[in-house]
């Protein structure tokens, strides 16, 4: 599963109009809008295809100048960024298990990986 914000940007006098058409489209939420005719919205998508299909859609839409993805979030990234924490997690230096030192006495000098004295 993938989601990602987007900024569609209309003309100031038909935000609402947009909004309405937006939210009728079924392709993404509606979460804020102002006056000066910025509105952000959420897609979701199974993959990175369906998101980009989603956000075309959103650019074809009437009375939207642009819509540009902002953030993105996807299962298959934190997956993997998961599973490297997790192998990192295992190559803690001893100094920082040890109950017994101060931890005002680590010197840290950048990289916590064979930097520390």
């Known amino acids: 599963m993938n989601v990602s914000s987007v900024l569609v940007t209309t003309k ?14 079924g392709l993404c939420d509606v979460y804020f809008h ?9 897609i979701e998508g199974e993959d990175v295809n369906e998101e980009t299909f989603k956000l075309r859609e959103i650019q074809n839409l009437p009375g939207v100048l642009a819509a540009n993805m902002v953030f993105a979030y996807s299962e298959e990234e934190w997956e993997s960024a998961a599973e ?34």
């Open 12 to 25: 100031p006098e038909e935000v609402e109009e947009v909004i309405k058409t937006l939210e009728e489209s």
């Open 34 to 42: 102002d006056d000066k005719g910025r509105i952000v919205v959420v």
């Open 84 to 117: 490297y924490l997790q192998k990192l997690s295992n190559d803690v230096p001893e100094i920082l298990n040890d109950e017994n030192v101060r931890a005002e006495d680590i010197v840290y000098k950048g990289h916590i990986k064979g930097y520390i004295s």
